[in-house]
């Protein structure tokens, strides 16, 4: 049988519905991701000049002439590693603090976008991170080679210095990062099912 609807008196407006748990799991859940996404930021841009003068620091040991296209090249995989790094994450930090916020409001097209937002990082952008990072790690100690015709590219050569040259602080950070993201991609998609956050988001 149906229920009649129940209308309210607009001087007195229906009592507030409190925030599920799971929805303030949702918000928690980014929260701490945008609290690791800057501190991964800072932390390139922190330690961005040092890591270049270690590495021009390897170039000198390692290699005889061609000094300043050496160095050219190492300040294109520090700009491209660190800066850029550095501006994505900060982005990404923005995107789910903005979220979280109006997923604690219970907005519909925040839960929509968060969704969205999870499928894509699990199903696309998170095996390419994943790729990229196991990759740079297992190429990062190889040992130099001729790689070039003539001398004059060194951007392997360049990618390995940088690599030896960055703390390995910053890599915990940068791998914690994306784990946390990966493992809350999956949390949110959860969270975000439940009956209970369903019912918050569809009666907002």
Partial sequence: ????????????????????????????TQ??????????A???LVVKETVRGEAERLMHHDITGDFEIASG???????????????????L???????????????PTARFLTLIMSWTAVGCCMPASFFTRLN???FAHRSLLPQDSG?????????????????????????????LMVGGAFALISFLNFPAAKHYFRDR
């Fill in 93 to 107: 930090a923005a995107c789910y603090a903005l979220l979280a916020a109006f997923n604690s409001r219970g907005a």
């Fill in 151 to 179: 001398g004059m590219d060194y951007s392997n050569e360049a990618n390995e210095w940088v690599v030896a040259a960055t703390p390995q602080w910053v890599d915990v950070l940068d791998w914690v990062a994306v784990l």
């Fill in 1 to 28: 049988m149906a229920h009649p609807p129940v209308y309210h008196d607009p001087q007195f407006p229906p009592p507030f519905e409190p925030r599920p748990k799971i929805v303030a799991a949702v918000v928690w």
């Fill in 136 to 138: 740079r790690d297992f």
């Fill in 73 to 91: 090249e190492i300040d294109l995989v520090v700009q491209g590693a660190f800066t850029a790094m550095a501006g994505f994450y900060v982005l």
């Fill in 42 to 44: 800072v932390s390139f």
């Fill in 31 to 40: 929260c701490l991701t945008v609290v690791m996404l800057v501190l991964t």
